[in-house]
């Protein structure tokens, strides 16, 4: 059974940083395209980032494109998203997905299978 496990959301200022990391386990980590997605109150969810089963290939939300950072470690079976120059238009839970169907990372939530539970970022003005 699938399980991803979202950890490091919480308060930051404007301007501040945080690092998500989701921890995945029941599967072979290193055969997964893995995404991260938001949600803020009354919005849909939105992608903002992505990477490919080997992290060589990753993609970006144009609204964090500069700022935030996906990495994967196979070995350590854990995805992060590294968050700097927060703003609080970023405000909102953070979800990590998984699929192993997919070659090339979704930028669709449909496009994954498996789901956190996520975790909320707070960034106050």
């Known amino acids: 059974q699938v399980q991803l496990v979202e950890s490091g959301g919480g308060l930051v200022q404007a301007g501040g940083s945080l690092r998500l990391s989701c921890a995945a386990s029941?599967?072979?980590?290193?055969?997964?395209?893995m995404g991260w997605f938001r949600q803020a109150p009354g919005k849909e969810r939105e992608f903002v980032s992505a990477?490919?089963?080997?992290?060589?290939?990753?993609f970006y939300a144009d609204s964090v494109k500069g700022r935030f950072t996906i990495s994967r470690d196979n070995a350590k079976n854990t995805v992060y998203l590294q968050m700097n120059s927060l703003k609080p238009a970023d405000t909102a839970v953070y979800y990590c997905?998984?699929?192993?169907?997919?070659?090339?990372?979704?930028?669709?939530?449909?496009?994954?299978?498996?789901w956190g539970q996520g975790t909320q970022v707070t960034v106050s003005s």
């Open positions: 990477i490919s089963r080997s992290g060589s290939s990753t």
């Open positions: 029941g599967r072979t980590f290193s055969t997964s395209c």
């Open positions: 997905a998984a699929d192993w169907s997919l070659t090339v990372p979704s930028m669709d939530p449909r496009g994954f299978d498996y």
